[in-house]
């Protein structure tokens, strides 16, 4: 069964922090997508990276994907309030397009 | 963009009915639809995968007779929650695969509240 672990499993920081977010598997992805999820709410993609090694970046959020495309992270800069929710991370293995989720790992950002 | 409708939103039965959810995708045709369950505090577990067309497969440990899913078209499939007990209320989320030059994108629903009482 591939498992991916996120790290840390709750963030409550002060706006203007920055922070990393870390999504570890010991299975290989095809992809691997990051997600913002607010109560109540479907999941909301963020961003979808393929390549190991890639780095991609979105305003203030910074993800890269692992060289051997086992792990990922989310990396905040200037952290605001309005980024305060549950983050996830989801892998797409090899040859299928089932998404794992990850633990989930929420934030938030106090004012 | 491509938007994922569910209804409805929330929904709160007795137990012992069925409850029948709808995913449907607004601008896109989708061959392969999903659904997860997601308990509070916790991440999304993936409970099957719909294909238009044929049966759906079910992941290790959901029951494909209490969780009935029929795509019936390339933009609905549906969730029927049969003989719900009070364990199944959950927050029932799904997702529809768009295909494009980039690759396969899924795009989730926002969600369907189910409480039985």
């Known amino acids: 069964t591939q498992l991916l672990e996120q790290s840390p499993q709750f963030l409550s920081i002060q706006e203007g922090e920055n922070l990393t977010v870390y999504c570890n598997s010991s299975?290989?992805?095809?992809?691997l997508q990051w997600y913002r999820q607010e109560p109540g709410e479907g999941p909301v993609l963020l961003v979808t990276?393929?390549?190991?090694?890639e780095v991609k970046k979105l305003k203030r959020l910074t993800f890269q994907f692992g060289d051997a495309r086992k792990d990922s992270s989310l990396h905040i800069t200037a952290a605001q309030p309005g980024d305060t929710g549950l983050y996830l991370c989801a892998g797409a293995g090899v040859g299928t397009d089932k998404l794992i989720f990850g633990t989930g790992t929420r934030l938030q950002v106090f004012p | 963009g491509a938007v994922v409708s569910q209804h409805p939103s929330w929904v709160i039965c007795k137990s012992g009915t069925s409850v029948k959810i709808e995913c449907r995708s607004l601008d896109f045709q989708a061959t392969t639809m999903f659904w997860y369950r997601q308990f509070p505090k916790q991440s999304l577990m993936l409970m099957a995968t719909?294909?238009?067309?044929?049966?759906?497969?079910?992941e290790q440990g959901v029951e494909k007779d209490k969780f009935l899913i029929n795509h019936a078209s390339l933009t609905l499939s549906t969730l029927t929650v049969t003989s719900a007990h009070p364990e199944d209320s959950s927050f029932y989320i799904c997702?529809?695969?768009?295909?494009?030059?980039?690759?396969?994108?899924?795009?989730f629903g926002p969600g369907t509240r189910l409480t039985v009482l």
């Open positions: 990276v393929v390549t190991g090694g």
């Open positions: 299975s290989v992805f095809s992809s």
């Open positions: 719909s294909n238009e067309g044929s049966k759906a497969t079910y």
């Open positions: 997702s529809a695969t768009r295909t494009s030059g980039r690759g396969d994108t899924q795009y």
